[in-house]
């Protein structure tokens, strides 16, 4: 059965720094492909950002390309999503979803919001 926990999430001034972290249990991280989405109050769910474990390819959406990076760690099964120079438009809860997908680029966050496993969610929260 696929887990995936997330945490990280907390309350920072604009331009600060967060690092969401995304553990896995019940599959192999090399053979799927791991998506941070965010929803805030009232708005739709984005896709932020994935990475393929299996080659590390990555994508970013144009509102977090340049601030947010996405990394893996196959010894602690666990996917990063370190977020800098943070907004108050970057608010909301953030979700870790697997799939396994062939899936390129934005395609892959397609797919796993239709066919992912997903965490519980952290909340981040970017506020003067």
């Known amino acids: 059965q696929v887990q995936l926990v997330e945490s990280g999430g907390a309350s920072v001034q604009p331009g600060g720094s967060l690092t969401l972290s995304c553990a896995g249990s019940?599959?192999?991280?090399?053979?799927?492909?791991i998506a941070w989405f965010r929803q805030a109050p009232g708005k739709e769910r984005e896709g932020v950002s994935s990475?393929?474990?299996?080659?590390?390819?990555?994508y970013y959406a144009d509102s977090v390309k340049g601030r947010f990076t996405i990394s893996r760690d196959y010894a602690k099964h666990t996917v990063y999503l370190r977020m800098d120079s943070l907004k108050p438009e970057d608010t909301g809860t953030y979700y870790c979803?697997?799939?396994?997908?062939?899936?390129?680029?934005?395609?892959?966050?397609?797919?796993?919001?239709?066919?992912?496993?997903w965490g519980q969610g952290t909340q981040v929260t970017v506020s003067s």
């Open positions: 019940g599959f192999t991280l090399a053979y799927y492909a």
């Open positions: 990475i393929h474990s299996h080659n590390g390819e990555t």
């Open positions: 979803a697997s799939a396994k997908t062939t899936s390129r680029g934005a395609a892959v966050i397609d797919d796993l919001a239709r066919i992912g496993s």
